[in-house]
């Protein structure tokens, strides 16, 4: 079992930054990949940017050249700053730890709310 605990939500205003983090514990490996998803209100769970064990990063076209991920394996965290925050970035932000090659190993943080707005 892997708990993901998430830090750094809030109400921002349009055009500006906001930073999540989020800490690993439990049965947590460096293979794992660490990312962040978001779920606006009435819209399906959506990626927001996923990183391997190297660093390797992948971003939804929406973020790409405002958002960047990164993580500390020896912290076992996983941050996403956020800048040039836009109104339809506003969501529900979620942790999400989970083994390339075991589906079954798949968790999630409990969300924190992002809000942008003026």
């Known amino acids: 079992q892997v708990y993901l605990e998430e830090f750094g939500g809030g109400l921002v205003q349009p055009g500006g930054s906001l930073r999540l983090s989020c800490e690993a514990s439990?049965?947590?490996?460096?293979?794992?990949?660490m990312g962040w998803y978001r779920q606006a209100p009435g819209n399906q769970r959506e990626l927001v940017a996923v990183t391997t064990r190297t660093g390797s990063a992948t971003y939804a076209d929406s973020v790409k050249g405002r958002f960047t991920i990164s993580r500390d394996n020896s912290k076992r965290t996983v941050d996403l700053q956020m800048n040039s925050l836009k109104p339809e970035d506003t969501a529900v932000y979620f942790c999400?730890?989970?083994?390339?090659?075991?589906?079954?190993?798949?968790?999630w943080g409990k969300g924190t709310l992002v809000t942008v707005s003026s």
């Open positions: 439990g049965s947590f490996f460096e293979i794992f990949k």
């Open positions: 999400n730890v989970r083994h390339p090659y075991a589906a079954s190993q798949n968790y």
